[in-house]
């Protein structure tokens, strides 16, 4: 057990670093007129490619993930959180009316356990 909390603590380091791209980019995105839907999802991509490099090179060292197959599981894994994602957003903003930086805020605590959770069992521990 204190093997996986060390290791979720890191994995919300490496979110935390993470998360900070995609919202930038998402804010810049919008600054700049483009719809947040699209901003979430470039913001996402970005996001998604450091958080992979970022586990391979410092979480989960020496362990799976080497080959395109387990990106494309953690990628996999990813684009659905990116559906969670487009999902809160549209709630939050679309039908709430609330801003979109607060309401990423929210929506990404619930992707963090999800894509924890999923790519430590699926990608990670074999």
């Not at 947040?36 to 799976?64: D, E, S």
Request: some cysteine; aromatic content about 16%.
């Amino acid at each position: 057990m204190k093997r996986i909390a060390i290791e979720f603590l890191k994995y919300v380091v490496v979110g935390g670093l993470s998360f900070l791209i995609d919202w930038s980019l998402l804010n810049e995105g919008v600054r700049i007129g483009m719809h947040y839907m699209l901003a979430t999802a470039l913001g996402f991509c970005a996001g998604l490619l450091t958080n992979f490099l970022l586990c391979i090179f410092w979480i989960w060292r020496g362990q799976q993930a080497k080959t395109f197959k387990d990106f494309a599981v953690f990628a996999g894994i990813g684009v659905a959180g990116l559906g969670i994602t487009e999902l809160g957003m549209w709630i939050g903003v679309g039908q709430l009316h609330f801003t979109p930086s607060p309401v990423k805020v929210v929506v990404a605590a619930f992707v963090l356990i999800w894509n924890f959770t999923l790519r430590r069992v699926l990608v990670f521990s074999r």
